[in-house]
């Protein structure tokens, strides 16, 4: 059998696999069972299954997992620019969160510490409020500046070396690119967040080409699944290794979707400044900007929600389940929502705490953010999996790329399996309504 016919016979078991409603986690049997034969042509999979449809969300891992460095990264996809240097490996679709859920052990592997509960956002063993103690971390940060204490904190006693994070753009403040953070000021010029889709596992390259670490790793959702699945790969090939051993934080930021650089272009425009004066955007069921002269201005998320990046509909995962902790500006101003998973995450936390480095606010303070987050969190899991859902250019014939509202007001429908529109809500029965004499008056 040739290489390309190989490669199609695993991509014909894969979607036999899928197609016939087998366990999703027994997906990856598909290419695992190849594996020991030699391998496949992974790459060609990986291209014709996820980026050519445009079901990428861009979390890089295939790119920095990748051994040959076979893909270039551009547009928020990886292109396979040196494809002829595939060995086999099969990394790349491994450690793919769209072709397949993560393995049922993951949360024995990251180490979730006990006793662990979930209420809607993933397992955690506890979660609180909030707020760096230094006003100038609050300052430069978002949200109460816990992400860049974390950080700062970890490097100063010396449980990291490194993050792998992001930097912003100075023509453009709201777009980034990842950064391999070495120093305090490399920290703190990445802070604030970016509601645009920024790579930062990228970095994760230059690490591992520098041999930095212990590394703590600051990513959205979708990064945190493909880091994981990098560390934890059931591919165990060098490279895989050292991001088990090096990467020692995984700090996950809430996330519904991240929104298209047109969006940027669009509040400029709306707000007659250039994108280099948009200084910092929250999102609070509003968008609050900050300019570069001190105005703060507010605009419609509505408005602002069509510019959302179509492939977000592709990641289910609000919360960063499989994060260390996970960190959200919801619920209460300029605090950070945070969630305590794993005996990592436990240990960089209560290092944090117990050299003052935060205050903190217990969740019944401002229980609206508990239920936001849990609601929002449901969302993202009620969907199909990737696999099985419709690619971009079945979106688009059908004229809806949202990826937030995609699926609102959707089921599942078990005997076709498939997804399809719930029924409209019958029509409410006015209430009757009783006049007393005195009403009549």
Known sequence: MDLDELTKEVQ????????????????????????????FKAVDLLMEEVVDPKKCIGCAACVTICPVDVFDYEDEVPLDTRADACVFCELCVDVCPVLRPTDRDMKEQIQLKEPVKDEGFGPYAYGCYARAT?????????????CTALILHGMENGTIKAAVAGEEHAENPQMGSSMLQQTKEEVIQGARSRYTY????????????????????????????????????????????WYQNNISLVVGLLCSEAFTEEGIDWLAEDLEVPKKDIMNINIKGRVEIKLRDGREEVKSLKKFGKYARPACLYCMDYSADNADIALGGIGMDKWTYTIIRTEAGHKAWQALVDDGWVETKEFEEAPKGKELVIRLSEYKRNRPLPALMPTFSEREEIGNLDPKNYYRGWTEDASAKEWRPLPPPPPKKKKAVSVTSEDAK
Not at 134 to 146: H, I, M, N, R
Request: proline share 5%; glycine share 12%.
């Open 12 to 39: 014909g078991r894969y979607h036999r696999l899928v197609d016939q409603g087998t366990d999703p986690n027994e997906w990856a049997y598909a290419w695992r069972s190849e594996y020991n034969r030699g391998g």
């Open 198 to 241: 920024q790579p930062n596992t990228l970095a994760l390259v230059e690490a591992m080409k520098k041999d930095v670490g212990p590394l703590a790793v600051v990513g959205v959702p979708c990064q945190v699944n493909g880091v994981r699945q990098q560390q934890f790969s059931s591919i165990r090939l060098d490279v895989a290794e």
């Open 134 to 146: 230094d006003k100038a971390l609050v300052a430069d940060g978002q949200d109460g500046g816990v």
